[in-house]
């Protein structure tokens, strides 16, 4: 790993660099503010290191920047204004650093191509901006862990990338150039392009995971853990390639949207520790690709829809609801066997068709077997007389049988008692 600091990046007059990435070492102090040398740059990494300070403003100078990732180097301060100049930019990542201020709605007005906007872990506050939701190619949003309040935006169904099922290429990939002195005598430069495929750390089903090959297929909300008040708005139903959508741990209040079935790609659903009401849509039952669910701590009410996919998640997923019921949680009163009340007034237990039928089908087996029995043979004593003549002899003998095994078992038990006496 590296150390120490990146002051000699200031060291060339005129770089040709176009692709740094200084990632993952241990870098320290602050970004020196010389980026103005390094013009032709399109990638920049330089997350997770130990460097402080704020984000340069020369940064804007480097207009080609395709990718910036800056996130988990405890920098501090405001996103320059500066960075509007980097019209580029397709994949900006600030997360987990100290960052303050507003969400600045310039993003929208210059930074038109963004795919991937990741502002977690950071201390923003105000409002989402409502520019944000003429990000046309916006796939990835993640606004979670900050001071961030007032209400969803009701436009963000004009998030048009997100909003379709067809699929986009599986990578985000850029284009950098870099060059090489192939004879040093007559100093002949040639140029050579290459591919890049970006990567990002991703909360995917609750867990913290990096994508690659597939960042592009993504399509995520996440403003969870924010101070966002208000209902969410019915116009997120229109966002049909949605996967993930995490509105935890806010102030949201009124009821899931009716229209929360029309997601149909949707696989994570985090909505808990919010202020909600009312039922759980009938619609939901319709998530087939749903498999992470977690409605947990709220005040939601009524009886859990019947589904295949409802019915597979754990208990824990709808707790803290108290009026909520239904499998996987208690039986709601209404599926126990309702009282009727009877002509004299007072109430009989209703019994279910099941219970109804059942003894009825066992005494009319009971007296059709009986019946078969009964004229199967004394039916055949009637009307044969040699049979009558047979089964009375045999009746006859049994009973002359039984009287003499009495008479012999008498005459041995008097002979005992004698012998005893």
């Given at each position: 790993?590296f150390?120490g ?7 060339n007059k005129?770089s ?5 990435d200084?990632?993952n ?7 020196p ?11 920049i990494?330089l ?9 340069p ?17 405890s920098?501090?301060g405001?996103?320059?204004q500066?960075?509007?100049?980097c019209?580029?930019?397709t ?14 709605p310039?993003i ?6 963004l795919?991937?906007?990741?502002l ?10 409502s ?15 900050n001071?961030i ?8 169904n004009?998030l048009?990338?997100m ?6 290429e599986?990578t ?5 150039y870099y ?9 002949t ?7 890049f495929?970006d ?8 867990v ?10 993504l399509?995520v ?10 209902e ?14 995490n509105l ?11 229209e ?10 985090d909505?808990?520790t919010?202020?909600?009401?009312g ?6 039952s319709?998530?087939?690709?749903l ?16 589904s295949?996919?409802l ?13 909520l ?10 599926d126990?066997?309702p ?16 219970e ?6 066992f ?5 059709a077997g009986?019946?078969v ?11 044969s007389r040699s049979?009558r003549h047979k089964?009375?002899q ?5 009973g ?19 012998l005893k006496?």
């Amino acid at each position: 790993m590296f150390n120490g600091s990146l002051s000699f990046l200031c060291t060339n007059k005129d770089s040709g660099l176009s692709y740094l990435d200084l990632s993952n070492n241990l870098l320290s102090g602050g970004i020196p503010d010389c980026w103005i040398k390094s013009q032709r740059l399109t990638i920049i990494n330089l997350e997770n290191n130990n460097l402080s300070g704020v984000i340069p403003t020369s940064l804007g100078s480097v207009e080609r920047l395709q990718s910036l990732r800056l996130s988990n180097t405890s920098l501090h301060g405001e996103i320059p204004q500066s960075l509007k100049s980097c019209t580029q930019l397709t994949l900006l990542d600030l997360g987990k650093n100290k960052l303050t201020g507003i969400i600045p709605p310039w993003i929208r007005e210059r930074l038109e191509n963004l795919v991937v906007l990741r502002l977690r872990s950071n201390k923003f506050h105000g409002d989402i901006p409502s520019s944000l939701c003429k990000q046309q190619f916006l796939q990835v949003l993640d606004l979670s862990l900050n001071n961030i309040s007032g209400t969803i935006p009701s436009c963000f169904n004009n998030l048009t990338a997100m909003a379709h099922l067809e699929s986009s290429e599986a990578t985000i990939k850029f284009w950098y150039y870099y060059q090489d002195v192939s004879d040093i005598e007559d100093s002949t430069t040639a140029f050579f392009a290459r591919t890049f495929n970006d990567h990002l750390l991703v909360i995917w089903k609750g867990v913290e995971q990096e994508y690659g090959k597939t960042l592009g297929l993504l399509r995520v909300i996440d403003s969870s853990c924010n101070k966002l008040s208000g209902e969410i708005p019915r116009e997120i139903a229109s966002l049909h390639g949605l996967i993930t959508l995490n509105l935890s741990r806010n102030m949201l209040k009124g009821s899931i949207i009716k229209e929360i079935g029309q997601l149909k790609a949707l696989e994570s659903l985090d909505l808990s520790t919010n202020n909600l009401s009312g039922v759980i849509p009938e619609s939901m039952s319709d998530l087939s690709f749903l498999s992470v669910l977690d409605l947990s701590n709220n005040n939601i009410s009524g009886k859990i829809p019947l589904s295949t996919q409802l019915q597979s998640f754990n208990a824990t997923c709808f707790a803290g609801n108290s009026r909520l019921c239904g499998d996987p949680l208690n039986k709601c009163l209404g599926d126990e066997s309702p009282k009727l009340p009877n002509n004299g007034g007072t109430e009989i237990i209703a019994e279910s068709d099941e219970e109804l039928f059942e003894p009825l089908w066992f005494v009319t087996g009971m007296i059709a077997g009986f019946l078969v029995g009964f004229w199967g043979v004394f039916g055949s004593l009637l009307i044969s007389r040699s049979w009558r003549h047979k089964y009375f002899q045999l009746v006859n003998k049994l009973g002359d049988w039984i009287r003499l095994t009495m008479a012999l078992e008498t005459v041995k038990l008097q002979r005992r008692l004698r012998l005893k006496d």
